[in-house]
């Protein structure tokens, strides 16, 4: 037996070997997906539009971004993305990328990162990869955080707080106010917010959570992504034109990555011009995420923190949370099971994530057979 096969087989042992999902089943509802805005749903339905759209819109880059000559619609994305947010805009192949990219960029001497304890992998990873100085403060911890800042303010050039707007285990939300409020009291500080998995679901537009309060000029660099509530591919970051000069220059992912396929960037404008019209479509989700959140809690006894249409059902054990999965799907419904390392030891889960188009009484077989167990 190799070291790789021990390694395999301990976590067989721990309940935590994972396999690639098989393709969803007809008549299955899927409430594991991320396409939020049930866009993805009817990608088919809206190619003959696109085509009539982007005719041109080919499927290979070829080159970098820096090198490449097909960028018309990478470069129309961005101006898009400029218009809605009102700051530059630089378009990254996914959110991996982006943050992986921006943080070992922002990895200057003298540079502190102070980030959130549930901060997104890609982010730990970029801060590993810089060897970056960086510090965690306990999960939306204004007290702690602001306790690290007295602490470091006047030993560091630059302190970067990153945080994400909407955390994706959990489905709780940032203080962005009050992270804010923080900036203005510690001239310097800089904001790095992750909108991963607010960005077309949350504000007036669907721009996030800095567009729902009101805040996107207080933050100094948005992530965004399109894999998501967008039914597409990539990523983008809102900052300065100072920052996205820089970005270019000097993040690794974006100079040395094939460019994404022009036809992903025409998608991606097509998209998001139908998100931000999806005022109703938000609406309702929002809804139905509470009454699936109370639901949840009536069942569990305990709160779920949730403010999204990300629910946790925690169960505490690997072996349980495959069990309720499997359940559930002989039910009807695709749950999947959340274990080491995405959660710490006994932060085991069921992740329900919603979509725009399901309803209140999709979900009655599933309340059911979870309080029965």
Same mark, same amino acid.
């Not at 097909?70 to 809605?84: D, G, M, P």
């Not at 894999?227 to 992912?253: C, D, H, Q, V, W």
């Not at 932060?347 to 599933?366: A, Q, V």
């Given at each position: 037996?190799?070291?790789?096969?021990?390694?395999?087989?301990?976590?067989?042992?721990?309940?935590?070997?994972?396999?690639?999902?098989?393709?969803?089943?007809?008549?299955?509802?899927?409430?594991?997906?991320?396409?939020?805005?049930?866009?993805?749903?009817?990608?088919?339905?809206?190619?003959?539009?696109?085509?009539?759209?982007?005719?041109?819109?080919?499927?290979?880059?070829?080159?970098?971004?820096?090198?490449?000559?097909?960028?018309?619609?990478?470069?129309?994305?961005?101006?898009?993305?400029?218009?809605?947010?009102?700051?530059?805009?630089?378009?990254?192949?996914?959110?991996?990328?982006?943050?992986?990219?921006?943080?070992?960029?922002?990895?200057?001497?003298?540079?502190?990162?102070?980030?959130?304890?549930?901060?997104?992998?890609?982010?730990?990873?970029?801060?590993?990869?810089?060897?970056?100085?960086?510090?965690?403060?306990?999960?939306?911890?204004?007290?702690?955080?602001?306790?690290?800042?007295?602490?470091?303010?006047?030993?560091?050039?630059?302190?970067?707080?990153?945080?994400?707007?909407?955390?994706?285990?959990?489905?709780?939300?940032?203080?962005?106010?009050?992270?804010?409020?923080?900036?203005?009291?510690?001239?310097?500080?800089?904001?790095?917010?992750?909108?991963?998995?607010?960005?077309?679901?949350?504000?007036?537009?669907?721009?996030?959570?800095?567009?729902?309060?009101?805040?996107? #000029?207080? $933050?100094?660099?948005?992530?965004?992504?399109?894999? /998501?509530?967008?039914?597409?591919?990539?990523? &983008?970051? =809102?900052? @300065?034109?100072?920052?996205?000069?820089?970005?270019?220059?000097?993040?690794?992912?974006?100079?040395?990555?094939?460019?994404?396929?022009?036809?992903?960037?025409?998608?991606?404008?097509?998209?998001?011009?139908?998100?931000?019209?999806?005022?109703?479509?938000?609406?309702?989700?929002?809804?139905?995420?509470?009454?699936?959140?109370?639901?949840?809690?009536?069942?569990?006894?305990?709160?779920?923190?949730?403010?999204?249409?990300?629910?946790?059902?925690?169960?505490?054990?690997?072996?349980?949370?495959?069990?309720?999965?499997?359940?559930?799907?002989?039910?009807?419904?695709?749950?999947?099971?959340?274990?080491?390392?995405?959660?710490?030891?006994?932060? #085991?889960? $069921?992740?329900?994530?919603?979509?725009?188009?399901? /309803?209140?009484?999709?979900?009655?077989?599933? &309340?059911? =057979?979870? @309080?029965?167990?």
């Amino acid at each position: 037996m190799t070291v790789y096969s021990e390694i395999l087989q301990d976590f067989a042992e721990e309940k935590r070997l994972r396999r690639l999902p098989e393709e969803l089943a007809p008549g299955l509802i899927d409430l594991s997906s991320n396409d939020y805005m049930s866009l993805g749903e009817h990608c088919k339905e809206l190619i003959p539009e696109f085509m009539e759209r982007f005719p041109d819109a080919c499927f290979s880059s070829s080159a970098s971004r820096l090198l490449s000559s097909k960028q018309k619609y990478h470069k129309k994305l961005e101006s898009l993305l400029e218009s809605l947010y009102g700051k530059p805009a630089l378009l990254f192949n996914s959110g991996y990328h982006a943050n992986v990219g921006c943080i070992s960029a922002l990895t200057l001497p003298s540079t502190l990162f102070i980030c959130d304890r549930l901060i997104h992998a890609s982010i730990i990873d970029g801060l590993r990869m810089a060897d970056s100085k960086f510090t965690r403060f306990p999960h939306n911890d204004i007290n702690r955080l602001e306790a690290i800042l007295k602490k470091e303010y006047d030993n560091f050039n630059r302190i970067i707080i990153v945080a994400e707007a909407i955390y994706s285990m959990d489905g709780d939300e940032a203080p962005l106010r009050d992270l804010v409020e923080l900036k203005r009291r510690y001239p310097g500080i800089m904001l790095y917010l992750d909108e991963a998995h607010a960005f077309g679901v949350r504000g007036d537009k669907g721009l996030g959570l800095a567009e729902e309060k009101s805040l996107i #000029e207080e $933050i100094d660099i948005i992530v965004g992504t399109l894999g /998501k509530a967008a039914a597409s591919a990539g990523a &983008f970051i =809102i900052s @300065s034109e100072e920052l996205k000069l820089f970005f270019i220059n000097t993040a690794r992912p974006f100079i040395f990555s094939t460019a994404l396929p022009p036809v992903n960037a025409a998608w991606s404008i097509m998209m998001i011009e139908r998100l931000n019209s999806m005022k109703h479509e938000r609406k309702h989700l929002s809804a139905i995420s509470s009454y699936f959140a109370k639901h949840i809690e009536e069942i569990s006894g305990r709160n779920t923190g949730s403010t999204s249409q990300i629910i946790p059902f925690l169960t505490g054990d690997s072996a349980r949370s495959l069990d309720i999965a499997a359940k559930l799907k002989e039910a009807g419904f695709i749950a999947l099971p959340i274990r080491r390392p995405t959660v710490p030891p006994g932060g #085991e889960r $069921i992740r329900f994530s919603l979509c725009s188009d399901m /309803k209140p009484e999709d979900f009655d077989d599933l &309340f059911q =057979i979870l @309080s029965a167990l």
